[in-house]
């Protein structure tokens, strides 16, 4: 098993920024076979949806709705990957999870709230 452990949520104003991060530990099979880490986030009412994905190799992939406000980094020798979130709007409001794919199977975070309001 791999457990996902979130960190950095909170309250923002509009315009303001927020870095979540989130470290993965246990199995280290599993751990070494990570394919991708990423962030989704769950609205009030919405579907859970991607916000970005890193993978072991080519370039992180954005929802439309987040590039050029987001960034994803991965450091792979601490089993972290970071969201940095700049320019946040209300619709950003949402609980964010941590995900990660390795060896064919999906983890999750627990969550993390973000909240964008003035």
């Known amino acids: 098993q791999v457990q996902l452990v979130e960190s950095g949520g909170g309250l923002v104003q509009p315009g303001g920024s927020l870095r979540l991060s989130c470290a993965a530990s246990?199995?280290?099979?599993?751990?070494?076979?990570?394919?991708?880490m990423g962030w989704y986030r769950q609205a009030p009412g919405k579907q859970r949806e991607s916000v970005a994905i890193?993978?072991?190799?080519?370039?992180?992939n954005y929802a439309d709705s987040v590039k050029g406000r987001f960034t994803v980094t991965r450091v792979s020798s601490k089993n972290t990957v970071y969201l940095q979130m700049n320019n946040l709007k209300p619709e950003d409001t949402a609980v964010y999870y941590c995900?990660?794919?390795?060896?064919?199977?999906?983890?999750w975070g627990q969550g993390t709230q973000v909240t964008v309001s003035s």
């Open positions: 246990g199995n280290i099979f599993n751990l070494n076979a990570i394919n991708s």
């Open positions: 995900h990660i794919m390795s060896a064919g199977l999906s983890f």
């Open positions: 890193i993978t072991r190799v080519g370039a992180p």
